[in-house]
């Protein structure tokens, strides 16, 4: 990896850090050598970065060698400037600033600039390193930090179980289910993976499909905006609480009645979730609305069993998660219980305007 990516994957642990610990300064490091050393430190007031630390020649620990508050970091004077290069004595922070030109597309139509990583060591605990969908000039994938999406919890009972998981703070943010064991399992990849990835054999796999909004989406999906790419995200995200499912829903609900909770819309005005005891006749179950924060009662919906869907309609998995929906039947579509079937940047579902499931690929222009 050149110089510049590592660069922003410090300026990236720079961000996230001083959002876990904003205001810890660290040992304080003189100006001197470190403010003046080697072209890419550049010296001046620029290189003295964060608090009181100045990067130097990476004498200071944590906060003197630029990796927490050092020249690289948000007073560095790389990056825009450019003279980070050659900058090795200041600290991992040296190279700062953006990465310059990468192969955009349709899914990641942004240059990524924080949150950089190479492998899960990079980032923070709670975050996993998958492909941002953009590559360098080079065609190299480049690759983020992203949240995993576990349900808020107050005690690890409430996770899947108390050896892959631990209830725990992520980042800045408030405590989450958090696996803390490598890989990810099928059933519980709405913990173990960001949105938009699915687990299969072990790993997190991009099933993101790129959208403008959710007229690009297939049924029961959102279009989920994000610094860098917009994509469409399944609305059955498993919660604990409403907390979890911004902008996926404005409820956690039981919408099938079964025990397990997930992301609901409101049904009408009525300021409660849409679940499938609202429902009947000929349109049994709940349907995830324009937006994923409405719900209707409609024809594709969750479901136990076939007797829940309308006539004409099967229940069946389409993920991983032990989910099942009402489909268009009797054929069921080419990708049911295998969602794996699809090539990678695809999801199994049903199509925006109805019909059987099938690998959809989203349809925002490039």
């Known amino acids: 990896m050149n110089v510049t990516r590592h660069g922003l994957r410090a300026v990236a642990l720079v961000s996230l850090a001083l959002l876990v610990a904003c205001g810890d300064s660290g040992p304080s490091v003189p100006g001197g050598t470190g403010a003046t050393g080697g072209t890419g430190a550049t010296g001046g007031t620029g290189a003295s970065g964060g ?15 630029g990796g927490e508050a050092g020249t690289g970091g948000i007073a560095g004077t790389g990056g825009t400037g450019g003279t980070g290069g050659t900058a090795a004595s200041g600290g991992t922070g040296g190279t700062g600033g953006a990465s310059g030109p990468c192969n955009t597309n349709a899914l990641c139509h942004t240059c990524p600039t924080q949150f950089v990583c190479d492998t899960a060591a990079d980032c923070f605990g709670g975050y996993v390193c998958v492909d941002s969908g953009c590559d360098t000039l080079q065609g190299a994938p480049i690759k983020q930090c992203q949240p995993s999406r576990g349900g808020s919890c107050v005690s690890v009972n409430e996770c899947p179980n108390p050896t892959d998981y631990e209830c725990k703070k992520v980042g800045a943010g408030t405590t989450h289910c958090v696996r ?8 519980t990849e709405s913990y173990d993976c960001p949105f938009g990835f699915s687990c299969e054999s072990n790993t997190c796999v991009d099933r993101r499909v790129p959208c403008d909004s959710f007229l690009d989406c297939p049924k029961n999906h959102v279009c989920r905006v994000t610094p860098t790419a917009n994509f469409c995200v399944r609305t059955y995200q498993t919660c604990h609480q409403d907390v979890d499912c911004a902008g996926l829903g404005t409820f956690c609900a039981d919408v099938e009645g079964y025990g397990a909770k997930e992301c609901a819309g409101e049904l009408g005005a009525t300021e409660t979730p849409c679940v499938n005891a609202n429902c009947s006749g000929l349109t049994p179950v709940c349907e995830a609305g324009s937006s994923g924060i409405k719900a209707v009662c409609g024809d594709y919906g969750l479901c136990r069993t076939n007797g829940h869907c309308d006539t004409g309609f099967e229940c069946v998995g389409l993920w991983q998660d032990g989910r099942r929906e009402c489909v268009l039947g009797p054929t069921a579509g080419s990708c049911v219980d ?7 940047q695809q999801v199994c579902a049903s199509p925006r305007s109805g019909g059987v499931p099938s690998c959809q690929t989203g349809s925002a222009p490039p």
């Open 338 to 344: 295998d969602v794996t079937s699809c090539d990678p």
């Open 180 to 187: 803390v064991t490598a890989g990810c399992t099928g059933v």
């Open 51 to 65: 608090v009181g630390a100045t990067g130097g020649n990476g004498t200071g620990g944590m906060i003197g060698t």
